[in-house]
């Protein structure tokens, strides 16, 4: 079972950046399609950011042309590029695939206010 341990959150003020890290304990099982998720206080888990093995990429509408996935070449290390960030944007930040079938890490948390 691949476990992930994310990092790179933290606090920053409305129109900045960050850089989240998801660091894999070894390679994605081939087929698997990686992505960032949020969780805001009293709300679902949301994906909003997805990248498949051949490297097709997803984003919610709430983030598109302000977040950037990606991955490096062995598939065992995610990044997801955080600019323009908003009060909205405000979550702890997960990685797992889409379907969510690997165990969750303890995320990271960004906090988005002035």
């Known amino acids: 079972q691949v476990h992930f341990v994310e990092s790179g959150g933290g606090l920053v003020q409305p129109g900045g950046s960050l850089r989240l890290t998801c660091a894999a304990s070894?390679?994605?099982?081939?087929?698997?399609?990686m992505g960032w998720y949020r969780q805001a206080p009293g709300k679902q888990r949301e994906l909003v950011a997805s990248?498949?093995?051949?490297?097709?990429?997803e984003y919610v509408d709430s983030v598109k042309g302000r977040f950037t996935i990606s991955r490096n070449v062995n598939n065992n290390t995610f990044w997801l590029q955080m600019d323009s960030l908003k009060p909205g944007d405000t979550a702890v930040y997960y990685c797992?695939?889409?379907?969510?079938?690997?165990?969750w890490g303890q995320g990271t948390q960004v906090t988005v206010s002035s």
């Open positions: 990248i498949s093995r051949l490297g097709r990429i």
């Open positions: 797992n695939s889409p379907e969510g079938v690997f165990d």
């Open positions: 070894g390679p994605i099982p081939a087929g698997y399609a």
